[in-house]
C-alpha cells in the first residue's frame, strides 16, 4: 500500500499502479451499498438475478436450503461451474470457501472471482483458525453474530462483514438478532471515554486499534451487509432499517414461486426500505415464498451461525 | 443563488454518502436524489460508484432516466464517477445488451476495462487544472474512455501501468466524469472543482 500522502507522490516508481490494497478491497464493497447479493447455482439464475438488478451474484453449488436439506460435506463449488456464470453475467461474482480452506480461496482467486465469501455455509475446514485473508488479492466477506467477532475476521483481513443470521431458513429473526447486536455493541462504543476502550477491547476479544475505530467512527471501517434467512421484499427493507447498508439473499429467491418478480421486488424495495408506499407496490403477486423453518426448532448442531468464532 | 449550491446525489445505488460528505466539505449542500420530483431545485447532480447495470435498472423502473436525459439537456452540472461515468456516456462496450445511459458526454466508455476486481488499483493521476500536485486514483472495477468527440476535453490519463495513457476522466460543458473515486480517498478536490463549475453554471 502507498505511504505517500495524495497530494504528494513522486514521479517514477510511485506511478505503478498497485493491486489488492485495503483500499481498493474496502472500496469495492462501497460501490456494492444499498444492493442486492443473490444466491445462485447456474448461469441461468445468474442471469435472472442481473436482469433483476442484483449487484453481485454468489456462486454456488447448491443454496443454503438444500445443503441442509441433503446434508454431507458442504465445499467449494466446482470451477467449470463458477466459469459459467462468470461468463453469463457483467455484474461481479462472488464465491465461497469454507472457513479456513485457505487453498479453497486460493483456487477462487485464481479462477477470477471478485470476492470471497469465508462462510460458515459450507462446512468448516479448521475449527481453530479462519483464513489469513492479508494474504490474498481477491477481497473477503465474512459473517458475524455480534461486534467481536466482525472485529477479529476485519483484523485477519476482512474487507466487508455480513451478519450471519440463520441461512437457508427463510425466517429473518437472527438476521433480526445479529444486526441489531453488531449495532447496538457499535452504538455502546460510541458512549465510552477513553479509558474505557482497552477494557471495552479485552470483553470483545477483539484488537484495541480496531475497537478505538469504531468508537470514533460510529460504524464498522467496512461495510456492513445482512445475510442469513431474508425471503421477502419486506425482509429485505426490514434489515436495512435496522441499519444494514444491503441484503444478501440466498435461497429466498430461487426457492420462491416466482424468482425473477421475486428478485426485482428485493432489489426495489432495498433501494426504497424507508417507503412503505414502495415497499407494498412490490410487495403484490409475487407468487409463494419459500416455506421457511422455526429457529427455536432447529437443533444447536445444525445452527450454522455457531460456526466460526 | 447563495453561495452553497445544492447538489443532488443520485441514492439508487452505490457510494452515495461518500459523495455527500466531499461535497459537504466542497461548501455544498447533499441532497440524496431516488425520485423525479427530487430532481427539481438542484443545482447539480453527483452520479456516484456503484453497479451500473442495477442504477440504469432502477432509473427506469422508478421513471428517472427521461428526466434525468432531460436536465441534463438543459444544462444541469452533472459529475460521474465509474459507473456514474457510464451513466454519462453516449456508447458504452461491454455493457449489457439492453444497457440504457443517461448519456450526454460524446464518448465511448469500455465498462470493467482494466479487468475484474483482482486487477483493481491504487495510481497517481494528473488532473488538467487541479493544483497540489496528482490525485491519488482509486480504480475499482473501472471503465475507461475509448474515444471522444470534437466537444470533450480530456482532463486525465493514467502516467504508467499496463494501461498507461488510457483516458480516466473528461469534461464536456457542465458535465464532468472520472473512472476513478475520489470520494474514496479523503481528497475533495474533485469536489471542490465540480462545485466551482456548478457555482459558475448559475451566474
Redesign the interface.
Known amino acids: 500500500?502507498?505511504t505517500t500522502s495524495?497530494?504528494?507522490?513522486s514521479?517514477g516508481e510511485?506511478?505503478?499502479?498497485?493491486?489488492?490494497?485495503a483500499?481498493?478491497k474496502r472500496?469495492?464493497a462501497?460501490?456494492?451499498?444499498?444492493?442486492v447479493i443473490m444466491d445462485v447455482v447456474t448461469p441461468e439464475q445468474a442471469r435472472i438475478a442481473?436482469d433483476?438488478?442484483?449487484?453481485?451474484v454468489m456462486a454456488l453449488e447448491r443454496v443454503p436450503a438444500d445443503i441442509r436439506k441433503d446434508g454431507g460435506v458442504a465445499r467449494m463449488s466446482d470451477p467449470d461451474m463458477i466459469d459459467g456464470i462468470i461468463n453469463a453475467v457483467?455484474?461481479?461474482v462472488m464465491a465461497k470457501s469454507r472457513i479456513g480452506h485457505f487453498v479453497e480461496a486460493q483456487v477462487l482467486?485464481a479462477l477470477?472471482?471478485?470476492?470471497i465469501d469465508e462462510s460458515e455455509v459450507l462446512t468448516p475446514a479448521d475449527e481453530v483458525n479462519h483464513s489469513d485473508k492479508w494474504a490474498f488479492?481477491?477481497?473477503f466477506v465474512c459473517g458475524a453474530t455480534n461486534l467481536g467477532e466482525a472485529l477479529r475476521r476485519i483484523a485477519e483481513g476482512a474487507a466487508m462483514i455480513r451478519s450471519k443470521g440463520e441461512a437457508g431458513t427463510g425466517n429473518v429473526v437472527e438476521a433480526v438478532r445479529h444486526m441489531r447486536q453488531i449495532r447496538a455493541d457499535i452504538r455502546r462504543l460510541t458512549t465510552l471515554d477513553e479509558n474505557e476502550l482497552f477494557v471495552a477491547a479485552k470483553n470483545l476479544q477483539a484488537p484495541y486499534e480496531l475497537v478505538k475505530e469504531v468508537a470514533t467512527l460510529g460504524k464498522l471501517p467496512v461495510v456492513l451487509f445482512s445475510a442469513g434467512g431474508v425471503a421477502t421484499p419486506a425482509d429485505a427493507a426490514l434489515m436495512m432499517q435496522l441499519g444494514a447498508e444491503g441484503v444478501f439473499v440466498g435461497s429466498g429467491i430461487f426457492k420462491s414461486g416466482d424468482p425473477a418478480k421475486r428478485a426485482?421486488a428485493v432489489?426495489?424495495a432495498t433501494?426504497?426500505f424507508d417507503d412503505p408506499d414502495v415497499i407494498a407496490k412490490v410487495s403484490r403477486g409475487l407468487g409463494e415464498a419459500m416455506v421457511g423453518i422455526n429457529c427455536d426448532t432447529l437443533p444447536e448442531t445444525e445452527r450454522y451461525a455457531n460456526r466460526g468464532w | 443563488m447563495s453561495s452553497t449550491p445544492t447538489v443532488g446525489v443520485l441514492a439508487l445505488q452505490g457510494d452515495v454518502r461518500e459523495h455527500a460528505v466531499a461535497l459537504a466539505e466542497a461548501d455544498a449542500l447533499a441532497r440524496p436524489v431516488r425520485r423525479p420530483e427530487e430532481l427539481a431545485d438542484l443545482d447539480g447532480l453527483v452520479i456516484p460508484g456503484g453497479e451500473s447495470t442495477t442504477m440504469s435498472n432502477l432509473a427506469l423502473a422508478f421513471g428517472l432516466m427521461e428526466p434525468l436525459r432531460a436536465r441534463v439537456a438543459e444544462g444541469l452540472p452533472v459529475y460521474g464517477s465509474c459507473a456514474g461515468m457510464i451513466m454519462l456516456a453516449d456508447k458504452i462496450l461491454d455493457g449489457r445488451d439492453d444497457q440504457q445511459s443517461v448519456g450526454g458526454i460524446d464518448m465511448t466508455v469500455r465498462r470493467n476495462a482494466f479487468g475484474r476486481q483482482n486487477e483493481s488499483f491504487e495510481s497517481p493521476v494528473d488532473f488538467a487544472g487541479l493544483e497540489g500536485g496528482p490525485l491519488h486514483g482509486v480504480f475499482i472495477r473501472a471503465p475507461w474512455v475509448e474515444s471522444v468527440g470534437a466537444g470533450v476535453e480530456v482532463l486525465a490519463e493514467l502516467p504508467a501501468g499496463p494501461a498507461a495513457g488510457r483516458t480516466v476522466a473528461v469534461r464536456q460543458g457542465n458535465l464532468l466524469a472520472t473512472s476513478f473515486h475520489p470520494e474514496l480517498t479523503g481528497d475533495h478536490r474533485v469536489h471542490a472543482f465540480f462545485v466551482d463549475l456548478v457555482r459558475a453554471a448559475a451566474r
Do not use: N
Not at chain 1, 495524495?6 to 507522490?9: D, E, I, Q, R, V
Open positions: 500500500m502507498s495524495p497530494a504528494t507522490p514521479h510511485g506511478d505503478q499502479p498497485q493491486v489488492g490494497t483500499r481498493v472500496g469495492m462501497e460501490q456494492l451499498k444499498g444492493g442481473e433483476a438488478g442484483a449487484v453481485a457483467s455484474i461481479p482467486q477470477g472471482v471478485d470476492y488479492t481477491t477481497p426485482a432489489v426495489k433501494t426504497f
